[in-house]
């Protein structure tokens, strides 16, 4: 098979490069496509060898006896049409592509609801002793007992910091978390013959989790209305509680970054109903260590432990979601979970015996124990006081933002404090022409990642600034000037400068129209309409 | 405290620029009740030297898989991760960024995602994979959910050869959206069985090749009959490395295809994190869960990605998504997609050929100890053996002398009165020496 430079044009098109869209980049279209140091990075499919591989296994399994042919027709007839790599060209490869990412480690990277704070490195250290990395889930307990440990002082932590008695460890992030929080409900629920509440209510603001994990469920989901205040609007919630409710699910500090006033009278209403109330734990760092949702009525919640315990985001995961419980639902969590006995601590795997309220398994072993590692380290280096300033620090560091910000952009909930992080509507674009996405856009060029944008829906254009508590001082101002200075442009009618951008990332807006009319999902072989542009110097 | 750069003077500045006397006043809005002034019953914080103790005190606790003789596999398996690898993964571009919701400034990210769909795609030999799911027995619940959109059926017919774990939590998890699942018992050959329980309301069938007992498995007259009753085919894979060698789902009739993808570049790590793989023929795309990764231009016509087809996701359709699935297995199919383009096509194969020449070498030494006898007929890398008694006091006895024997059927299933059965894998890790050892102790604990 041969190698072919094949797919969309890789290299820009000059003209667009030198033309008007580009007189903010005072430096000319270079010749080969790259950005300075920043390489124009092929596919591996156009770099690698159809028969190369960077992997040398040892001499003594190359000399093995390889006959397949006890595997008959079972053996795959084609090669499997995978390039390799030498690992020169595999370390030059990613770490090109990473040179294309935004990361926390560069900059205030100020996503609502996402929590990127500092990821220490400490906690990838010791998720990498060999003791926790090189330890099979099936091997017998007794020489994992420092790995159930850990799994148990992790579970004291969580139920200490939340003030709840109970934690399942096992769902692998928060939408799975959600997932075995509602599995458990409907566990409880049936075993007290009241299987037949079918309806879960989910305030307009929630995460989108929210109401797919209770479709998932097949619960049918109703939306509970916000105040102007931006809090779940008690007398809504009340005339839709019913006999039928299941569960509510409210996200607090909620996702408008506020903390809801009325968090015990909705505890309370819904208890009174016989529902049970599952809180999304997704904004817990404004509160660790300091409020305890276990003293707020609530039943079940996860957490994120890549967001509130700082365990990588990755680029998408892994993530961890541990679900704490109240006593009523502790019974129901799911298999497995760490017993101590007589022979120290074991796995009880099976819903069986004093276990069968269990209500079945989230996934085929225990949970994320890399996730386990980072977070637990992390609890034991900030300890109780160091937890309790994150909370304030993130609250503190959101509440700067949202005052330095206040008099160029309009805060959605201008009256009281916000919790971590400063919702903004897009009022004070009004009259520019430009929109949130505009505006967000053009952060990138200023050496932001933009904030979360659009959400919550009950804002209009929102724009959600998450900045946490590891950012300093310095950060945060040089955050708030660059966004100053963006909105000044914006009212001064510079247009231009907002619709073109991004001009200095990695590439400009990407069509996201085609992508999904004519999705191309895989590198295929094949050539292409669409010729690559020559090179210049050609 | 060092995570932490705020100074008390920074905050006293901030809370004047606020106009709040005190950190308090921020959280005036929590109900009095719910505001303890004491610290939690915790310890205060501890430097790292503190930290680095404890937890390398907890790690010395347990006994890892390299320090010795080792033969668990079972959906989980030990294998060589070049150094490259974590090297790799651990640069801050990718380790501390979010998804790639702003593909600007994310198209690392976004393409590697492209670049793992195509290698999934072509492990797998179907035509679409996407960006992953949190690991293997989460995939196969969804691929049973999705076979459920897709056909408007209820029932799923599992393998007795599906590994019990997977089989539980697909009953957990698509039971609850209302399907019916239809276990059917343990087996080291379940073809026939799995064919007799197709009928007209049959939405998918689950099959497992090499099966849990180690057994690969022509899964194609499964296939036909499936296909015959209007019902979609779901492969599943527990051993990733077993695509370098064996005829890949596609290739059998698989509508969709889901595996563990741990065993290439990913740590054992105690059961997770890991990472889901899920492949499906391209006519399914729209009922796919999860992340999609799609080629596309900017505005200045360069070749960039982005995520895309989002209106089946949650962010977007809220209750009408395909899954609730956000946050995946992002790291972790950065370290698969790193391990399988320094292997290629062509190292893959001859890690696959080393890992099935171990386990033919185990297999061999194994049918030489009295009292072993043999139940997978083909295997991969691992395979099923009966032994006289309980096959995990074996283990334990083992264990006694260094060797950790493999995996006791009845750990994952004890229902299924196969105590005496016991799973063992075999890997390019594994030595002649660790054979020897293994047989060694077997020999004597069985002798007795």
Request: hydrophobic share 45%; charged share 20%.
């Amino acid at each position: 098979m041969s190698m072919q430079n094949v797919g969309r044009p890789t290299r820009p098109d000059t003209a667009g490069l030198n033309g008007a869209a580009n007189d903010l980049n005072e430096a000319p279209a270079s010749l080969t496509g790259a950005r300075g140091l920043l390489q124009d990075e092929p596919l591996i499919f156009e770099l690698g060898g159809w028969t190369k591989t960077g992997v040398d296994l040892p001499m003594d399994a190359l000399g093995l006896d390889t006959d397949a042919s006890d595997l008959g027709d079972l053996v795959r007839a084609e090669p499997i049409g995978l390039p390799g790599l030498s690992e020169p060209e595999a370390v030059r490869h990613y770490v090109r592509l990473s040179q294309k990412n935004h990361a926390i480690d560069l900059a205030l990277y100020p996503l609502g609801s996402c929590t990127m704070k500092h990821n220490p490195r400490l906690n990838e250290k010791m998720a990498r002793l060999a003791g926790f990395a090189d330890l099979h889930p099936l091997q017998p307990a007794s020489t994992t007992q420092g790995a159930l440990e850990l799994m148990d002082r992790l579970a004291h932590w969580l139920k200490t910091l939340t003030g709840m008695p109970a934690v399942a460890l096992p769902p692998k992030a928060g939408a799975h978390g959600e997932l075995c929080g509602l599995l458990t409900i409907k566990a409880a629920h049936e075993a007290a013959g009241n299987g037949d509440r079918r309806r879960v209510l989910v305030p307009t603001s929630a995460h989108g989790t929210n109401p797919a994990t209770a479709a998932f469920v097949g619960y049918s989901v109703q939306e509970i209305a916000q105040t102007e205040d931006g809090r779940v609007d008690l007398a809504d919630l009340a005339a839709k509680l019913g006999p039928d409710v299941a569960a509510i699910m409210v996200t607090n500090p909620n996702t408008c970054g506020l903390f809801e006033r009325d968090i015990l009278e909705i505890s309370r209403l819904t208890h009174a109903a016989g529902a049970y109330f599952y809180c999304d734990g997704a904004n817990f760092n404004a509160i660790v260590g300091r409020v305890r949702p276990g003293d707020l009525g609530v039943d079940a919640m996860h957490i994120n432990l890549h967001k509130t315990f700082s365990t990588p985001h990755g680029g998408g995961g892994p993530g961890a979601g541990p679900v704490v419980l109240s006593q009523a639902l502790a019974a129901f969590a799911p298999a497995p979970w760490v017993t101590h006995g007589p022979d120290g601590l074991t796995l009880t795997e099976q819903a069986v015996g004093d276990a069968a309220q269990a209500f079945g398994r989230m996934s085929a072993f225990h949970g994320q124990m890399g996730m386990f590692v980072r977070a637990y380290a992390y609890m034991r280096s900030h300890g109780a006081d160091g937890l309790r300033q994150v909370a304030e620090d993130a609250v503190l560091n959101a509440n700067y933002i949202k005052a330095r910000l206040c008099d160029v952009m309009t805060p959605a909930f201008p009256d009281g404090p916000c919790m971590h992080e400063a919702l903004f509507d897009d009022a004070w674009l009004e009259g520019t022409g430009l929109t949130t996405l505009d505006f967000a856009k053009a952060m990138i060029d200023e050496g932001f990642h933009p904030m979360t944008m659009y959400f919550p829906l009950v804002v209009h254009g929102a724009m959600l600034i998450e900045p946490t508590e590891t950012e300093s001082k310095r950060e945060l101002d040089r955050f708030c000037d660059a966004l100053r200075a963006l909105a000044a442009a914006a009212k001064a009618g510079d247009a231009e400068r907002f619709k073109a951008a991004p001009r200095l990332a990695p590439l400009r807006r990407l069509d996201e129209t085609l992508a999904a009319r004519k999705p191309r999902l895989t590198w295929r072989p094949e050539p292409t309409t669409v010729a690559p542009a020559p090179l210049a110097a050609e | 405290m060092r995570y932490l750069p705020l100074t008390p003077d920074d905050r006293a500045e901030m809370l004047a620029v606020i106009g709040a006397a005190d950190i308090d006043a921020l959280f005036r809005d929590v109900p009095a009740a719910a505001r303890p002034a004491d610290l939690f019953d915790l310890p205060l914080h501890a430097g790292e030297l503190e930290v680095e103790r404890e937890l390398a005190g907890l790690a010395a606790r347990n006994r890892p898989a390299g320090a010795g003789p080792f033969f668990c596999g079972a959906g989980a398996y030990r294998h060589h991760v070049p150094a490259s690898v974590d090297h790799l993964i651990q640069r801050s571009e990718f380790l501390t960024s979010y998804t790639p919701y702003q593909p600007e400034i994310a198209q690392g990210t976004l393409q590697v995602l492209f670049e793992f769909q195509t290698q999934v795609a072509a492990l797998t030999g179907l035509d679409v994979a996407n960006a992953s799911m949190y690991d293997g027995s989460t995939a196969c619940a969804e691929a049973v959910m999705m076979a459920q959109r897709v056909t408007r059926r209820e029932k799923a017919v599992l393998s007795g050869g599906l590994h019990p774990h997977y089989a539980a939590t697909t009953q957990t998890i698509a039971h609850a959206e209302g399907m019916h699942i239809l276990r059917l018992p343990a087996a080291i050959d379940a073809e026939a069985a799995v064919i007799a329980a197709i009928d007209a309301e049959t939405a998918c069938v689950v099959v497992q090749t090499p099966n849990i007992f180690g057994v690969v498995t022509d899964v194609g007259k499964i296939a036909e009959a499936a296909h015959a009753a209007g019902a979609l085919l779901i492969v599943v894979t527990t051993e990733a490395v077993s695509f370098g060698l064996l005829k890949p789902p596609g290739a059998m009739g698989a509508d969709i295809a889901v595996a563990e993808g741990q065993s290439i570049g990913n740590a054992l790590n105690f059961g997770g994190p890991y990472v889901g793989l899920f492949a499906v023929r391209e006519k399914l795309v729209r009922q796919m869960p999860g992340r999609l990764c799609g080629e596309t231009v900017d505005a200045d016509g360069r070749r960039g990605f982005v995520l895309t087809l989002s209106t089946r996701e949650q962010h977007i359709r809220r209750e009408k998504a395909t899954s609730n699935i956000c946050t995946n297995s992002g790291l972790c199919a950065l370290a698969f997609s790193i391990h399988l383009s320094l292997l290629g096509g062509a190292g893959l194969r001859q890690l696959a050929e080393v890992n099935h020449a171990r386990a033919r070498e185990l297999k061999a030494a194994l049918a030489g100890v009295a009292g072993v006898e043999i139940l997978s007929p083909r295997v991969f890398n691992e395979l099923a053996i009966r032994v006289p008694g309980d096959a995990a006091a074996l283990v334990e006895a083992a264990l006694a002398d260094g060797v950790v024997a493999g995996v006791p059927y009845s750990r994952l299933d004890p229902t299924a009165r196969l105590d005496d059965v016991l799973l063992l894998a075999a890997t390019e890790t594994t030595t002649s020496e660790d054979i020897a050892a293994l047989t060694r102790t077997l020999q004597r604990n069985l002798g007795r």
